[in-house]
């Protein structure tokens, strides 16, 4: 079983920056490959960044040069850098994994302004 808990979400003004945090549970975090997706109203929920287990990082085009996605495996945490902001950015964010199934954490809103 892995438990995933997303904190940081919040209201900023395009431009902006915040900081989103996924706590999992588990003694196995190091072995996991941890993603970031956002799901904006009315569309689906998309892949936003991904780390692997060895640190590899992958973005998807539209936050690349923005967003930064890093992990501390000695905190069992994978942490998403946005800056830059844009108003298109608004969504609820989402932490996932796989271990066997999928797990997903319950989500935290980001909303940018204009």
């Known amino acids: 079983q892995v438990q995933l808990v997303e904190s940081g979400g919040g209201l900023v003004q395009a431009g902006g920056s915040l900081r989103l945090s996924c706590a999992a549970s588990?003694?196995?975090?190091?072995?996991?490959?941890m993603d970031w997706y956002r799901q904006a109203p009315g569309q689906q929920r998309k892949l936003v960044a991904r780390?692997?287990?060895?640190?590899?990082?992958n973005y998807a085009d539209f936050v690349k040069g923005r967003f930064t996605i890093s992990r501390d495996n000695a905190k069992n945490t994978a942490d998403l850098q946005m800056n830059s902001l844009k108003p298109e950015d608004t969504a609820v964010y989402y932490c996932?994994?796989?271990?066997?199934?999928?797990?997903w954490g319950q989500g935290t809103q980001v909303t940018v302004s204009s």
């Open positions: 588990g003694s196995t975090f190091s072995l996991l490959s």
């Open positions: 780390i692997s287990s060895g640190g590899t990082t």
């Open positions: 996932h994994t796989i271990r066997w199934r999928d797990y």
